[in-house]
């Protein structure tokens, strides 16, 4: 069963980010993701940015996943 901290590395890995936080009981997954990479995307592209560094895992290992992504900017001001 994957862990959200393997989830949080695999992110890591494929993604830069400024802050990461992953949550879930083994199926159902919620993260929040800060990245840079993000600016000037739309939220389905911040999506797809996510997906692609998780890769087959998402298929194969990850059942759920919900996700807020921000930028930099976007993030310092829900602080």
């Given at each position: 069963?994957?862990t959200?901290?393997?989830?949080?590395?695999?992110?890591?890995?494929g993604?830069?980010?400024?802050a990461?936080?992953?949550e879930?009981?083994g199926?159902?997954?919620?993260?929040?993701?800060?990245s840079?990479?993000?600016?000037g995307?739309?939220?389905?592209?911040?999506?797809q940015?996510?997906y692609?560094?998780?890769g087959?895992r998402?298929?194969?290992?990850?059942?759920?996943?919900?996700?807020?992504t921000?930028?930099?900017e976007?993030?310092?001001k829900?602080?």
């Open positions: 069963m994957v959200p901290e393997q989830i949080k590395g695999y992110i890591a890995a993604l830069p980010c400024e990461l936080q992953v879930g009981d199926q159902h997954f919620e993260a929040i993701i800060v840079r990479d993000f600016e995307k739309s939220p389905i592209q911040r999506h940015l996510v692609k560094a998780l087959d998402m298929r194969e290992e990850i059942h759920a996943l919900s996700m807020k921000y930028t930099p976007q993030w310092a829900l602080s």
